[in-house]
């Protein structure tokens, strides 16, 4: 049996000194049954090459870092760039025709929600209120509408508005921000008789159910003035609403004000 064995490294601290057969690891495959090298100099050799694997990784590391960084700043540029309008012109029939515009050089116009002001949105907002348009957020969709600045956000009654589609449409109740809103806009006169509130008790009404899109309870865009008997004619004549005609605004709701004064008449 062999009580001692020289380590072949050139490199060795030993300096091809014999040493005791433990200091070598067994091996099958060798003649001997030990490896050539001994223990120090393979854990020596373990630590240069983990060293080597180390720093290459770092190096790799740090190149896809700088990468990632430039990747992720020229996406942020390209979401904070106005939209253009050549690129949106498909989409923008799904948006009434009165909220756009193009300006000479090609960039899209909106309408301020709140102020009704013409402003360059980014493409960052108009694919924000695209995806609220189709739902694409799920059932807690806020409307993210498009505002000029965070002032219009702030002061705009239904910004970031949420509703919780499980609680029941009776316990929904119109702050009274929005109900001011509406009789001014209407001028404290039923929307579609044009009938005063001195003549006859006015309510305002959806336009789009709140049961069947709770997250509009709050929009403008979705309410009308009109008086308790035209209220009750109008349940009676829309029992229900087509989803699609949200995406038309308030364009439809001056075509549905329309359309009721001309049933009312017949």
């Given at each position: 049996m062999i009580e001692f064995k020289k380590c072949t490294n050139s490199k060795c601290k030993h300096n091809g000194e014999l040493q005791p057969i433990e200091n070598f690891d067994?091996?099958?495959n060798k003649e001997d049954g030990y490896n050539d090298w001994c223990k120090?100099?393979?854990h020596e050799h373990y630590l240069e090459k983990r060293e080597k694997i180390i720093k290459k990784n770092q190096k790799k590391y740090n190149e896809d870092s700088t990468f990632r960084e430039e990747k992720h700043r020229k996406m942020k540029e390209d979401r904070e760039s106005p939209?253009?309008?050549e690129k949106w012109k498909d989409r923008l029939k799904y948006f009434?025709?009165?909220e756009f515009a193009c300006q000479e050089d090609g960039v899209l116009l909106v309408r301020c929600k709140k102020c009704k002001e013409f402003f360059a949105p980014t493409r960052s907002q108009m694919w924000s209120r695209w995806g609220a348009?189709?739902?694409?957020?799920g059932d807690r969709t806020p409307n993210l509408f498009l505002y000029c600045s965070d002032k219009c956000k702030k002061e705009c009654p239904h910004y970031g508005k949420i509703l919780d589609p499980n609680i029941p449409s009776k316990r929904l109740m119109l702050s009274k921000r929005v109900e001011k809103e509406v009789y001014d806009r209407a001028d404290n006169k039923c929307e579609i008789t044009g009938v005063s509130a001195d003549d006859a008790k006015l309510v305002i009404h959806h336009v789009i159910p709140k049961t069947i899109a709770p997250e509009l309870f709050s929009d403008l865009d979705n309410l009308i003035l009109v008086s308790e008997?035209?209220?009750k004619e109008l349940h009676r004549l829309y029992p229900e609403c087509e989803l699609s005609k949200l995406k038309n605004g308030s364009k439809y709701r001056d075509k549905f004000i329309s359309e009721v004064q001309n049933l009312l008449k017949k």
């Open positions: 067994k091996n099958k120090d100099c393979k939209a253009i309008y009434p025709e009165e348009i189709n739902n694409r957020y008997e035209v209220h």
